[in-house]
């Protein structure tokens, strides 16, 4: 069994990617199946991997250039054809699009959402862009199973991509095993002490493009900070080439920018710490392929407002107020809705750390593991 461990090494290990690839493994570890004997896929010219628990393993070395995503996505059909040939696997899990063009194993690819089919404009801009997801959308309908992380997801891998239903399997994700939150009021005292947060404050947590909704974001939080003169919106995300929507929105809508707190990225302790003092977590996104934050922040006793599209609803169940999307106007009276009545928000997070405890790793370990199991040759 080769599993794609790549993301464990390169700028994706704090992001969506790397925390599904550390997870999984992890599970994989504990649930230690005896009929798989695992390869990780390793970039050998990249710093190793943070210690973590793995299943034993042999490694495939292979090398990429210094901005790997991109070359994963342009070389990786050819590249990964003669590396995987070498490994002589019974099959392969790529874990976003990174799929050989020529193989004689079977082949499981995870698939997150297909935001780059929805948003081309943004998503498709550059030819090598392009080409590699047309190219990696080509070798997805070729895959033997496909697993998409919601319903969601599944769905638009079903329409857009045109795979047979029965080829799409749901394997939702969970938070992380090491995700833990503080009670509230020690989240409350760091956001003051680390961040001069001294009044109650909704969170942000990702990052900024266009499906992100950044302005949309700020708007609703403008209409709240109207109401509130002390509140405060903590945005929690990497200041990297992405942060000019986030800068473009700040100069550009009606926001009042000395009330938005930019803490750039933060380790996961201070993450949860942040979850725990929130009022709420607000969550614009336009789409979802399943919404990590939106679980991580039940997982912290803190409900959740925001869209429900995508895969959110799936997520939040009713331990938030979700509306419907792109409805600018009932996302910010929900916001404000849950500033306003404090038996409603308490109502809400009493049920929240029972729906994220929902999710799990372990879980969603053993469900993948039979999808192995079902395509292996």
Known sequence: MAFDARHLQTVARVRGIGRYSRNLLAAFARAAPRDIEWI???LRNFPAADAGLLPP??????????RPELSMLALDPVLLSFELSRARPTLYHATQLSLPARRSFAAVLTVHDLAPLIWPGEYLRLPYSRIGHTWQYALARRADAIIAVSDATRQDVIERLGIPEERVHVVPEAVDDAFAPPPRDEGRALARDRFGVASRYVLYVGQFDARKNVRGLLRA?????DRDRELRLVVVGDLGKLA???????AHERVPTDRVVLTGFVD??????????AEALLHAALLEGFGLTALESLAAGTPVVGYAGGAVAEVVGDAGLLVRSGDEEALAGALCRILDDHALRASLASRARSRAAAFSWDHAAQQTLAVYRSVAR
Not at 57 to 66: G, I, K, S, V, Y
Not at 221 to 225: I, L, P, S
Not at 268 to 277: E, I, K, S, V
């Open 40 to 42: 990780l896929v390793r």
């Open 268 to 277: 996961d302790q201070t993450l949860a710490a942040l979850y725990a003092g």
């Open 244 to 250: 000019h929507y986030l800068h473009d929105a700040l």
């Open 57 to 66: 393993h042999a490694d495939l070395e292979t090398a990429r250039l210094r």
């Open 221 to 225: 939080f403008a209409r709240a900070a």
